[in-house]
C-alpha cells in the first residue's frame, strides 16, 4: 500500500507515529509537510512542520510539548538575549539551532528545500519519505487589528507571541499562488493508493498545502479514496487555536463543518468522534461517508487506532 499524508506540526507527527504502527513494516508512506509556518530567525531557515515530524518520528522529540528537541538547553538564545538580539518569544534551543544553521547552509549553497529535507532526515531515519510541499517561500500572514491599527503578522507571531489573543481577521498564504509543488509531490499523490487528511489545523497547515497550486488539484484527480480525521471535538480543536483560525475563513468550529470546508469534491470519507455522532448524517448528506470513533491521541495505542479506523474507511470507501 502506497499512503500520503497532507501534515502539519504535533498533531501530524503524532497521528503519522500511530499509523507507522498500524501498517506493516516497510509500508510506503510519503508526508507531503506544510511549510507555511516557516519563518527567518537570527539569519536562520526554520522548518517548524517539517522539523516536528521529523523529529517526532526519529524519536528526537520534546515528548511533553510536542515539538523542540529533547534534553535540550537554551544557552544560545540566553546569549542572544544578553545583546539585546530577539524575538525573545520564540525559543530556540541549542540543538535545534544546529538543524537550522545546516539548512541554511545547504540552502545557501543552491540546494532546494525538498534535497535539503531528505539530508536532514538522512540523520533522523523518520521511516517515511518527508517532502516539503514546496521549494518556494510560502510564508502565512495573519491580519489582525490591535490598538486600533489593522496590520498583517507572519502567523508565528499570531500563535506564539499573541496565543490568538485578538481575533484573525484573515489568513493570507503569501507566495503560495506562485508556488509549485515540491519534486515528487505531484508524482506521490497520483501514485498513491490512499490519501490521508490528519487532525492538523485545516486552514493553516492542510489548507496551506491545499493552496499550492496543482495539489488540491491532482488530490481531487488521483482517483483513491481520501479520508479525513477531524481536529475538532466537541465544537473545539483538540490542540492549539483552530477556531481562531477557521473564524476568518468563515467556518463554523464542529467536525462536520470542517469537513464541508474541505468538500466532497476532495474529501470521500470523515472520522468525527464519537461525542460529535449526531455530525455523521450532516457530513453523509454533503456526500462524505462519515464514522465516529475514539479520535484523541493520549498515546501510541490510541493513535495507531485512529489510523487502522482512517484506513478501514478507505476501504469501505473504495468497495
Given at each position: ?8 506540526g ?9 499509523l ?6 516497510g509500508?510506503d ?5 506544510n ?19 521529523m ?10 510539548q510536542?515539538?523542540g ?7 544560545v538564545?540566553e ?33 532546494p ?10 540523520r533522523w531515519q523518520p ?7 514546496s ?7 495573519v ?22 489573543s ?7 498564504p503569501?507566495?503560495?499562488e ?18 490521508l ?6 486552514v493553516v497547515?492542510?489548507?496551506?498545502i491545499?493552496?499550492v497550486p496543482?495539489?488540491?488539484e ?8 481520501v479520508?479525513g480525521?477531524s ?10 487555536m483552530?477556531?481562531?483560525?477557521l ?9 462536520a ?13 470523515w472520522l ?9 448524517a450532516r ?5 462524505i461517508r ?5 479520535l484523541?491521541?493520549t ?21
Amino acid at each position: 500500500m502506497r499512503i500520503v499524508v497532507l501534515a502539519g506540526g504535533i498533531g501530524g507527527a503524532r497521528f503519522l507515529r500511530g499509523l507507522q504502527q498500524a501498517v506493516p513494516e516497510g509500508t510506503d508512506i510519503t508526508v507531503i509537510g506544510n511549510t507555511g509556518d516557516d519563518i527567518h530567525l537570527f539569519g536562520l531557515k526554520v522548518c517548524p512542520d517539517l522539523d516536528t515530524v521529523m523529529y517526532t518520528l526519529g524519536g528526537g522529540i520534546n515528548e511533553e510539548q510536542g515539538w523542540g528537541r529533547s534534553e535540550e538547553s537554551f544557552r544560545v538564545k540566553e546569549e542572544l538575549a544578553a545583546y539585546g538580539v530577539g524575538p525573545e518569544w520564540f525559543g530556540l534551543g541549542d540543538r535545534d539551532f544546529a538543524t537550522h544553521i545546516v539548512r541554511t547552509q545547504m540552502l545557501a549553497a543552491g540546494y532546494p528545500l525538498s534535497a535539503v529535507t531528505e539530508a536532514l532526515c538522512e540523520r533522523w531515519q523518520p521511516g517515511v519519505r518527508l517532502l516539503p510541499m514546496s521549494d518556494d517561500r510560502v510564508e502565512t500572514h495573519v491580519a489582525v487589528e490591535t490598538d486600533g491599527e489593522r496590520k498583517a503578522v507572519h502567523f508565528q507571531e499570531y500563535w506564539v507571541r499573541l496565543r490568538a489573543s485578538v481575533p484573525a481577521l484573515a489568513v493570507v498564504p503569501v507566495g503560495a499562488e506562485q508556488a509549485k509543488p515540491a519534486p515528487g509531490v505531484l508524482e506521490a499523490i497520483a501514485r498513491a493508493d490512499v490519501i490521508l487528511f490528519p487532525p492538523s489545523n485545516p486552514v493553516v497547515s492542510i489548507g496551506t498545502i491545499l493552496a499550492v497550486p496543482g495539489i488540491r488539484e491532482a488530490i481531487a484527480d488521483a482517483g483513491v479514496p481520501v479520508v479525513g480525521l477531524s481536529p475538532i471535538i466537541g465544537d473545539a480543536p483538540v490542540r492549539g487555536m483552530a477556531d481562531k483560525v477557521l473564524a476568518a475563513v468563515g467556518v463554523e468550529s464542529n467536525a462536520a463543518a470542517v469537513a464541508e470546508h474541505y468538500g466532497a469534491g476532495l474529501l470521500d470519507g470523515w472520522l468525527v468522534d464519537t461525542v460529535d455522532e449526531a455530525a455523521v448524517a450532516r457530513v453523509e448528506a454533503e456526500g462524505i461517508r462519515c464514522r465516529a470513533v475514539p479520535l484523541l491521541m493520549t498515546d501510541l495505542d490510541a493513535s495507531a487506532r485512529m489510523a487502522r479506523a482512517a484506513l478501514e474507511l478507505a476501504e469501505e470507501v473504495r468497495a
